[in-house]
Structures are given as C-alpha cells and as structure tokens.
Nanobody
Framework: VQLVESGGGLVQAGGSLRLSCAFS????????IAWFRQAPGKGREGVAAISSTDGSTYSPYSMRAQFTISNDPVKDIVYLQMNNLNTGDTAIYCC?????????????????????WGQGTQVTVSS
C-alpha cells in the first residue's frame, strides 16, 4: 500500500492550498481515507475523512469552515482543500487509509484507527 501526499508549501495567512493524496495497492474494496496534521511540538490531529463507498465525509466541527475533503475515485486521489489559512495551520499534513469505510464521528479520526500512512507534506503559513 502506498500513499503519497503533495501540494504543500509556503502560503501567506488568508491564502488557500489544495493537498492531494494519491493512493495505490489497497486490497480491500471498501475503505476510508483521512487527513491528519501534526504541528511542531503537538500531537497528531485528525482533519477530515472520506468513505470510498458513497463519498460521505466527516470532519470535526471546528475544522469544517476551513477544510473540505473530496475524492476522485477514477484517479484514486483524495484532496484536502484548505481555505483562509492562518499560522496555526502550519503543520505536516499526511493521509492515511483503513479498511473500515464508515466515517461518521470523531472516533473515525483517531490515528490508531488507520493502518497505512503516507510520509506527509509540509504546510507553512506565514503572517
């Protein structure tokens, strides 16, 4: 299984970025892909998740205004659109996969629920 993130970089506060997670090698038909982030000195935090079966999504309430997850099932890519970024969004963003497709609660964004991880992409927001 391989997950490769791209699209990170340096952006000014108030700006936007779209991250991509290209995945391959999943042997199960139903799965969920999630985005997590880890800021310097902090633990990993779930941002959003999407189900492969119907495209349903889950994101914590505090994240919904800024972050939108979507997928392209033909290309096997999951996107994370990030808007109105601020310096607090500076982090390494990584995607992860698991073979349980339901995403409906904060439990579905716990890192121990995911088996496969990408290396991450750095997002830096300057003031």
């Amino acid at each position: 299984v391989q997950l490769v993130e791209s699209g990170g970089g340096l952006v000014q506060a108030g700006g936007s970025l779209r991250l991509s997670c290209a995945f391959s090698g999943l042997s199960f038909d139903e799965y969920a892909i999630a985005w997590f982030r880890q800021a310097p000195g902090k633990g990993r935090e779930g941002v959003a998740a999407i189900s492969s079966t119907d495209g349903s999504t889950y994101s914590p309430y505090s994240m919904r205004a800024q972050f939108t997850i979507s997928n392209d099932p033909v290309k096997d890519i999951v996107y994370l659109q990030m808007n109105n970024l601020n310096t607090g969004d500076t982090a390494i963003y990584c995607c992860a996969a698991r073979d349980i497709h339901v995403v409906e609660s904060v439990t579905d964004l716990e890192e121990n629920q995911y088996d496969f991880w990408g290396q991450g992409t750095q997002v830096t927001v300057s003031s």
